[in-house]
C-alpha cells in the first residue's frame, strides 16, 4: 500500500533529481535508488522511474521536432531498434528474480555513478568520423536501448558520448539524435511496463511533476553557475544511496558479504 507521505517524498526527491538533471545529467541516479529506499519493488522501482525519466524525454524530443532539429530519415532506423532494444531489456528485467535485481542495483549505480564522474567532456567541434548513424542505429542503438529497458540511469550520456565520438557529429546534432534515441528506448521500455501494469502511477505522477518542476528551476540556475558544482554533488548523493542499499539487511549483497567475512 502506498502512503502519501512516500508519494510527496519521491516527489520531493523527484524535483531535486530533475533540478541537478537540467544542469548536469544523472538524475535517474538519485530516482531509482529512492524508489528501491522507499520499498518499492525492484521490478516496479524501475518500471516508476521510467515513466518519470520517459516523461521529460519524450517532452524534450517534441520541442526539438518543433524546431524542426531531428533528422527523421537519417534517424528512422535508430527510432526502430532503440525501441526493440527498450522492449527486450523490459520483458528481461521484468522477469528477473528480485533478489538478483536488489543485488545488482546498487553495483550498477557505483559503476554508473564512476562513469559520469570520469566521463570526457564533449567539444562542439567535429570529430573524426568513425561510423555512420545508420551503423550506429544498427549496432549500438538496440544495446543502449537493452540498457535502458533495464536499467536507465546515464542512458542520454552514453547515447550523445557514442554520436559524438563515434559519428563525428557536432554537440547540438548528437543533442536531437540522442533525445530521439533515447525516447525510442523509452517508449519501448514503457510499452512492457504498461502492458504488465507495472508502474505505480500515484508515484509516477507525482514524480513526473516534481521532476518537471525541478528541471525548470535547474535551466535557471545552469545558465548562472554551470554544471562544475552539481556533477560532483550526483556522484556522491549516488554513491551514498548505492551504498545505503547495498547494507540493508534484506539486501542478498548484504547477506553474502556478511556470509564472506563470517567465514573468514
Not at 551503423?135 to 535502458?148: C, R, T
Request: glycine content about 10%.
Amino acid at each position: 500500500m502506498v502512503t502519501w507521505d512516500v508519494v510527496l517524498t519521491l516527489s520531493g526527491v523527484a524535483f531535486m533529481a530533475g533540478f541537478f538533471d537540467a544542469i548536469a545529467g544523472g538524475g535517474g541516479l538519485i530516482t531509482l535508488p529512492a524508489l528501491f529506499l522507499a520499498g518499492i519493488d525492484p521490478v516496479g522501482a524501475i518500471a516508476t522511474n521510467k515513466f518519470q525519466a520517459a516523461s521529460a524525454t519524450i517532452s524534450a524530443t517534441v520541442t526539438f521536432a518543433r524546431k524542426g532539429m531531428i533528422e527523421w530519415r537519417k534517424g528512422r532506423f535508430l527510432i526502430l531498434f532503440g525501441f526493440l532494444g527498450g522492449v527486450s531489456g523490459a520483458l528481461l528485467v521484468s522477469y528477473t528474480n528480485k533478489a538478483i535485481l536488489e543485488m545488482c542495483v546498487p553495483v550498477l549505480l557505483i559503476l554508473v555513478a564512476i562513469y559520469f564522474a570520469l566521463a570526457p567532456k564533449i567539444s562542439d567541434k567535429e570529430a573524426k568520423k568513425r561510423i555512420s548513424i545508420t551503423v550506429f542505429s544498427f549496432v549500438i542503438a538496440p544495446l543502449l536501448g537493452f540498457y535502458d529497458g533495464v536499467f536507465g540511469p546515464g542512458v542520454g550520456s552514453f547515447f550523445m558520448v557514442g554520436f559524438v565520438l563515434l559519428c563525428g557529429l557536432t554537440l547540438m546534432r548528437a543533442m536531437s539524435f540522442t533525445k530521439l534515441a533515447n525516447a525510442s528506448c523509452n517508449l519501448g521500455s514503457l510499452s512492457i511496463f504498461l502492458a504488465k501494469g507495472l508502474i505505480i502511477w500515484p508515484i509516477a505522477i507525482a514524480m513526473a511533476i516534481g521532476s518537471f518542476l525541478g528541471a525548470q528551476l535547474g535551466a535557471r540556475v545552469a545558465v548562472r553557475f554551470g554544471a562544475k558544482l552539481v556533477r560532483p554533488m550526483i556522484v556522491v548523493v549516488c554513491c551514498a544511496l548505492a551504498i545505503k542499499l547495498s547494507m540493508m539487511p534484506a539486501n542478498p549483497l548484504h547477506i553474502a558479504i556478511h556470509n564472506v567475512m563470517k567465514v573468514n
